[in-house]
């Protein structure tokens, strides 16, 4: 077992992911190649045929080549809707053709349906779909249909994770089998909002068990609800997460738009492997109320998407407050923003400079002379304050995430839900606290072997009350308010842009804003991501800057399902 690390400044901001951070703690990931066949795969039993091969001696790409063959069949034939090319649709898109009426709601929600119980088998993105979808959908067709528009979402099918509360027919569990049965009283505040915008919530999306909160031992989007969610662009390579789902479901064309929740890496990460657009809000611009929480310190919930503008208009609805200046429009898109003479610095030491980031130099040098082009200031370099982020340290992060999950789980279960049992094999197991789920799952071992040594550490502690854990909360977020407030002040900075690859950290911490946006591919095809962070509440400005850069770079490919 490894010792808990205590991260120097350039181990800090290059060890970034809640996953990561776990696992470089104690544990190597186990793998089952067993599980890649003979599970339930998403929401479909049949296995993947693996005619005349060996299962004993194959690599995990080996296995993975009749699963890519199919899934680009699948593609191929489930890509049309009555005529239009689902696959890189886009809101505004979607929203012109059912204003013709070549397309309806209803029928919107039977292609993506069909692509989803097709191919999802094989991704493992979407966990549960809505059985009042269509249902759904019907109305927002008549509405239409006598000149009634809820808003940009209006009719449009949406993914959101399973951490995120529903009170319909739904489920929702963080991806845990010991939450199946345990609903919410009400909608979480994100889901009200949805609703009334007219979107129509389509099921839910597949996630890194309790937010990447359960072991250190578990792979990236792996759930014991929902097994392990696929790279999209390579199958057998990571999907990152925990908000895996949502981003595989996205670059798939399964969904237009999805929701993801991050702590700490869960939206950026999985949504720049991924090649889609991820926003991370500021902390507190978009509610909270009712996900099942990981940390109340960190926890934001945020858009997925294929382009800037559809990221823009999910980010709008979800806001609790609207675009400033209303500067956003779905016809106009992001392009009346009136944000100018705006300054960005490139942050290169250590982040430019990391092994796994040399390979996307010349995409990311092209960004930056796209930025130019477009009358940004860059300011190349910019250095941090030696010393400013020395305090942060993952140790400290775990342990306020270890206090503050218990806190939460265990106050969501005693006063979000209908009931506290769960009924299995005819049984009734209380699930009210946060050891009701440790118990259960010693109970249910899952069949992978995975731990649970996160859940049983969080038991453990004893309240947010906990002198210690108020002093290693309040050393990290001044640690990270330090860091980045002097490179935003020393050199009139409006924005910071990073490889999206290990850039989590700081932001999440300080509670800042951050996007990801497609900057390109490796020789191998796998996709990566440019980041930008700002201020507080500089969530347009940031999705400005990544519009200029998105039209200019068109870094995003469709999904290519190779082994």
């Not at 792979?219 to 790279?231: I, Q, V, Y």
């Not at 858009?303 to 106009?332: M, N, Q």
């Not at 996160?454 to 308010?481: C, P, V, W």
Request: some cysteine; overall charge positive; hydrophobic content about 40%.
């Amino acid at each position: 077992m490894r010792r808990v690390i205590v991260l120097s400044l350039i181990t800090l901001l290059t060890s970034t992911s809640l996953g990561k951070i776990l696992r470089s703690h104690q544990y190597k990931i186990k793998y089952d190649k067993n599980r890649l066949v003979k599970v339930k795969l998403g929401l479909s039993t049949t296995p993947i045929p693996l005619k005349n091969m060996s299962e004993e001696n194959l690599k995990e790409e080996e296995v993975m080549f009749p699963v890519s063959f199919k899934l680009r069949q699948l593609d191929a034939s489930l890509a049309f809707c009555n005529g239009i090319d689902l696959r890189e649709i886009t809101i505004a898109d979607l929203q012109k053709v059912m204003s013709t009426k070549h397309l309806t709601s209803v029928g919107l929600v039977r292609c993506y349906r069909a692509r989803i119980e097709a191919m999802n088998p094989y991704l493992k993105a979407v966990i549960e779909l809505n059985p009042d979808a269509e249902a759904f959908a019907k109305k927002m067709d008549e509405n239409r249909e006598i000149g009634i528009l809820h808003g940009p979402l209006h009719g449009i099918p949406i993914l959101i994770k399973d951490n995120i509360a529903t009170g319909d027919k739904m489920e929702t569990t963080a991806g845990s089998l010991a939450l199946i049965g345990i609903k919410p009283k009400e909608d979480a505040e994100v889901v009200k909002r949805l609703r009334r915008a007219g979107a129509i919530i389509l099921g839910k999306t597949n996630l890194s068990e309790f937010a990447f909160f359960r072991g250190s031992d578990i792979p990236n989007g792996w759930s014991s609800r929902g097994s392990r969610t696929r790279n999209a662009y390579i199958l057998s390579k990571d999907s990152d997460g925990s908000s895996s789902g949502s981003a595989v479901a996205v670059a798939a064309n399964l969904i237009p738009v999805a929701i993801g929740t991050e702590t700490d890496g869960s939206i950026i990460d999985p949504s720049s492997v991924a090649s889609v657009v991820g926003l991370k809000p500021s902390l507190g611009r978009i509610s909270t109320e009712g996900i099942i929480p990981l940390s109340f310190s960190q926890d934001v919930i945020g858009p997925i998407a294929r382009t800037v503008a559809d990221a823009a208009i999910l980010f709008h609805v979800l806001s609790r407050y609207g675009f400033k200046e209303s500067c956003f429009s779905v016809k106009s898109g992001l392009d009346n923003c009136a944000f100018k003479n705006l300054r960005v610095g490139v942050l290169r030491d250590p982040n430019w400079k990391q092994k796994e980031t040399w390979e996307q130099i010349p995409q990311l040098e092209e960004i930056l002379n796209i930025l130019k082009s477009s009358g940004v200031t860059v300011e190349d370099p910019v250095k941090a304050s030696p010393g400013t982020c020395d305090v942060v340290t993952s140790e400290s992060e775990i342990l306020v995430f270890l206090h503050e999950f218990k806190h939460g789980i265990n106050d969501y279960l005693q006063s979000k839900v209908k009931q506290n049992f769960r009924s299995t094999n005819g049984q009734m197991f209380p699930i009210s606290s946060l050891n009701d789920i440790i118990k259960f799952n010693d109970r249910f071992p899952v069949v992978e072997g995975y731990n649970q040594n996160m859940l049983i550490r969080s038991s453990q502690t004893d309240s947010i009350f906990n002198k210690t854990y108020l002093a290693e909360r309040e050393k990290n977020q001044m640690g990270a308010h330090l860091y980045a407030n002097y490179l935003f002040s020393k050199y009139s900075l409006d924005a910071i842009i990073v490889p999206s690859m290990n850039a989590s950290r700081i932001p999440a911490i300080a509670g800042y804003p951050h996007i990801t946006i497609p900057a390109g591919f490796t020789a191998n095809h796998m996709p990566f991501g440019v980041s930008l962070y700002g201020l507080k509440n500089s969530d347009e400005m940031l999705l400005q800057l990544a519009h200029i850069i998105e039209k200019n770079l068109q870094g995003r490919k469709q999904s290519l399902f190779m082994p």
